[in-house]
C-alpha cells in the first residue's frame, strides 16, 4: 500500500462539481466521525481500498481510493497526495476533490496546482524516479479530501503492503485491500497483527482473491523508546515468487533465489582497463599482509571516487560497470562497491557484493520472508581466513573497516556464485562505543574555576563528533560551547586528534574556566561533581503505553574528574556513593575526599535491547536516579581562623 501519510502516496485532479438545481447532498460530514477516533488523532482516514490485479509475473494495476477528514492543521501533511512513478509503474488515471467541515462540496484542486517534479534524492545526480504532488492550501479546520487513482505496472519486483495506520495521529474509520491473481501463479503474504477474521478469500473464473478488511483503529501517539509504527500495527506484506523486472527474470521464493538474480546483474560489469590493473599491481607489489593490501586498494578508492546517485533503468538494481566509474570517478553505493570488488580481484583479494540496510532501513527482518524492500544499500564484505573486513565504499572519509550506525547490526544479504546468503553486519558493544573523560579542576577560594579535560570518543560516540572534526576553528569552538554547557564557561584553548581505525577514535582536549559552574554562598562552596556530562533529559511518562521498549545502540560513558580544593576548605557534605544495575544498563559514581583532593568517577551504560512495554515505567525511574545523582554537589566550608 502506497503510503499516504508520511509523504508516500501521491497525487490528483479534482472531480467536476455535481451539476443541477436539487439540493447537494453531504459527503463524509466530519460531525459523523466516531469520538474515540478523534482522540490523539489529527486526521481521520474515512475510507481506504486498494485493488491490486495482478495480471502475469510483470504486469498488474492498482486501483486506490483514499478519503481523509484533516481535524487541524497538524493533519495537513496526512492530506498531502504523492505519487511517485517511473517507467515500469504509470499513472493512468487520478481525480479527487474536497469537502468542508458539513461534508459539502468545497473547491476544485486546479490542474496547474498538480506539480510533477523530478523525486531526486540528496546526492543523486541522475534518475528515472518522478512523482506527482498535489494538496489543499485551507485554513478552514475540519476539511476532507478524496482522492481516486490508478496505476499500471510493466515490471514488478515487489508487491503493495497495506498498513491502515500509515502514520502516528491518524485513526481509521475503514479500510480495505484486495488482491486478485490468476489462480495457477504462486504469491507470497505475510500478516503482522492482524486481527482474526479480517480476511476472506474467493475464486471465479480462474482469478483468487485476497481481501482483508478492518475498521475503527484509533490514532497512535509516538512512544519514546520504541521500534517503528508498523512493529505493533496492522501489516499486511505481499511479495511475488516469480517476477520479471526490466527485461530480466528471477525468483525470490527463497533468500539465495534472490541473490542468483542480483548475482546475474553483476556479470560482466568488473572488467577495469588493462593500465589501471597495471597501477593496481604496482601499488600493492610487495605486500604480504592481506589486510595492509585491502586497506591500500580501499583508501586508493577513496581518494579517486565520489558518492552520487544513479536510478537510471534498472539502476536501483544494477551498478555502474566498474569500468565506467573509473572513467567518471563517481557511483552509488552499488557502482562503487562493485569497484572496490575489482580492484580488490586484480590484487587476488576475494570480495563480497552485500545488499544491506542503512538509516531508517533495518535491513532484513524477516528471514524467511524475501522481499526487495528490506534493503535499501550496498556494501562489500571481504572475508579472510581469521577476520572479516567490511567496507562503506561511499564515504570519503570513512576509517577502514569500520560500519557505523547507518549499516551495523542489521542482516544483509551476501551475493556469490551460488546466490544470496545471510550475514550479521557487525555491531560495536556499549563499550566498544565509548566516552572516555579525564579532567583535573581548580577551584579557588572565590569559587572560580579553570580546567583542563580530555575526552576520547570511540566507536558510534565518535560519529558524534566526527562531523565537527572537518570544521573550521570557529564552529568547533562553538559545538564545544553547546556540547560541554558548563556554565559561565570560557574556553581558552582547544585541539581534536582524529585516530582513524577499524574502530575510530576521536581526542578532544580543552582548557577553559568559569566564574558560575561552582558557587559560593557564606563560608561554603558548592562543586557539580558531575561538571561535564550530565544526563538533562527524562524520557516522558506513557501511560498505557502500547509499543515494546526499544534501543537500538549501547554506550559507556566513564568520568574521572579531580577537584584541586581551596586551602583552608574543609569537606562538609561528601555524596554517597551510588550504584545501580537494570536491564537497560547500569550506573555507578564514587567521590572520594583526601587532603585538597576530591576524585569523582562516574560509569553510565546504557544496552542495546527489547523489552516488553511493562517495562517501560523502570527505565524512566532509571533515568530519574541518574538524572538525580548527577546533580549531586561537593559541599566544603571554610573552616573559622
Not at 515500469?88 to 474536497?98: C, H, K, M, P, V
Not at 479500510?175 to 504462486?186: C, I, K, L, R
Not at 590484487?347 to 522481499?371: E, L
Not at 560519529?463 to 568547533?476: P, R, S
Amino acid at each position: 500500500m502506497r503510503s499516504l501519510l508520511l509523504g508516500t502516496l501521491t497525487m490528483l485532479l479534482f472531480f467536476s462539481p455535481l451539476l443541477g438545481k436539487e439540493k447537494p447532498k453531504p459527503y463524509y460530514p466530519a460531525a459523523l466521525i466516531d469520538s474515540t477516533l478523534k482522540k490523539d488523532a489529527w486526521a481521520v482516514c474515512r475510507e481506504y481500498s486498494d485493488e491490486f490485479i495482478l495480471r502475469d509475473n510483470g504486469r498488474a494495476t492498482e486501483k486506490v481510493h483514499v478519503v481523509i477528514t484533516v481535524l487541524d492543521k497538524r493533519g495537513d501533511n496526512l492530506a498531502e497526495l504523492q505519487l511517485s512513478y517511473d517507467k515500469t509503474s504509470r499513472i493512468t488515471s487520478i481525480s479527487g476533490r474536497n469537502y468542508d467541515a458539513a461534508g459539502m462540496y468545497d473547491e476544485r484542486l486546479k490542474n496547474k496546482a498538480i506539480q510533477d517534479v523530478n523525486l531526486t534524492s540528496e546526492g543523486t545526480l541522475y534518475d528515472d524516479l518522478r512523482m506527482k504532488i498535489a494538496k489543499i492550501d485551507t485554513n478552514n479546520y475540519p476539511y476532507t479530501v478524496e482522492y481516486e487513482y490508478e496505476f499500471s505496472y510493466d515490471g514488478l519486483l515487489g508487491y503493495p503492503q497495506w498498513q491502515p495506520l500509515e502514520g502516528y495521529h491518524l485513526s481509521v474509520e475503514k479500510s480495505s485491500f484486495a488482491f486478485s491473481y490468476p489462480e495457477n501463479m504462486e504469491i507470497r503474504y505475510r500478516e503482522q497483527n492482524i486481527p482474526a477474521g479480517c480476511r476472506s478469500e474467493k475464486q471465479d473464473k480462474g482469478i483468487r482473491t485476497l481481501e482483508w478488511k478492518i475498521a475503527s483503529l484509533p490514532a497512535q501517539k509516538e512512544e519514546p523508546y520504541s521500534p517503528s509504527l508498523s512493529a505493533g500495527t496492522p501489516l499486511v506484506i505481499t511479495a511475488p515468487v516469480n517476477f520479471d523486472y526490466c527485461g530480466t527474470s528471477g525468483n525470490m521464493k527463497t533468500w539465495n533465489d534472490f541473490g542468483l538474480w542480483i548475482g546475474k546483474l553483476l556479470e560482466n560489469r568488473g572488467q577495469l582497463p588493462a593500465s589501471r590493473q597495471q597501477e593496481i599491481k604496482e601499488l600493492v607489489k610487495g605486500m604480504k599482509d592481506t589486510t595492509q593490501i585491502v586497506s591500500t586498494l580501499y583508501g586508493y578508492m577513496q581518494k579517486r571516487t565520489r558518492y552520487v546517485g544513479i536510478q537510471l533503468g534498472i539502476g536501483g538494481y544494477q551498478p555502474f560497470p566498474a569500468e565506467t566509474v573509473d572513467k567518471l570517478g563517481y557511483g552509488d553505493c552499488k557502482a562503487l562497491s562493485n569497484y572496490m570488488r575489482s580492484l580488490l580481484s586484480i590484487a587476488g583479494i576475494r570480495s563480497n557484493y552485500t545488499v544491506a540496510g542503512a538509516s531508517h532501513s533495518r535491513g532484513i527482518t524477516m528471514t524467511d520472508f524475501p522481499t526487495a524492500s528490506q534493503c535499501n544499500h550496498v556494501i562489500l564484505c571481504v572475508p579472510l581466513k581469521k577476520d572479516t573486513i567490511w567496507l562503506e565504499c561511499t564515504n570519503q572519509t570513512e576509517p577502514f573497516g569500520y560500519l557505523g550506525k547507518f549499516t551495523a547490526g542489521r542482516m544483509a544479504l551476501m551475493i556469490d556464485a551460488t546466490g544470496g546468503h545471510i550475514a550479521a553486519t557487525p555491531l560495536l558493544t556499549a563499550q566498544q562505543s565509548s566516552q572516555v573523560r579525564v579532567a583535573n579542576v581548580t577551584v579557588d577560594a572565590t569559587g572560580a574555576i579553570e580546567a583542563k579535560t580530555k575526552a576520547e570518543y570511540s566507536g558510534y560516540q565518535f560519529e558524534a563528533i566526527a562531523g565537527i572534526l572537518t570544521e573550521g576553528k570557529k564552529e568547533q569552538e562553538k559545538a564545544l560551547y553547546e556540547n560541554l554547557a558548563v556554565k559561565g564557561m570560557a574556553i581558552a584553548d582547544f585541539s581534536y586528534l582524529k585516530q582513524p581505525d577499524r574502530l575510530p577514535k576521536a581526542t578532544e582536549t580543552v582548557s577553559l574556566s568559569s566564574r558560575m559552574a561552582v558557587t559560593r554562598s557564606g563560608s561554603r562552596i558548592f562543586i557539580p561533581v558531575n561538571l561535564f556530562n550530565q544526563i538533562a533529559t527524562i524520557p516522558s511518562r506513557v501511560e498505557n503505553r502500547k509499543m515494546p521498549v526499544y534501543r537500538e545502540f549501547g554506550f559507556l560513558d566513564s568520568d574521572s574528574v579531580v577537584f584541586h580544593l581551596p586551602k583552608g576548605f574543609k569537606p562538609e557534605s561528601i555524596p554517597a556513593d551510588k550504584s545501580l544495575t537494570t536491564p537497560f544498563g547500569s550506573y555507578s559514581s564514587t567521590l572520594k575526599v583526601h587532603d585538597d583532593q576530591a576524585v569523582y568517577t562516574r560509569r553510565f551504560t546504557l544496552i542495546r535491547g527489547t523489552w516488553p512495554k511493562e517495562q517501560y515505567s523502570a527505565l524512566v525511574d532509571f533515568y530519574t536516579s541518574v538524572i538525580s545523582f548527577d546533580k549531586m554537589k561537593l559541599v566544603i566550608r571554610e573552616e573559622t581562623p
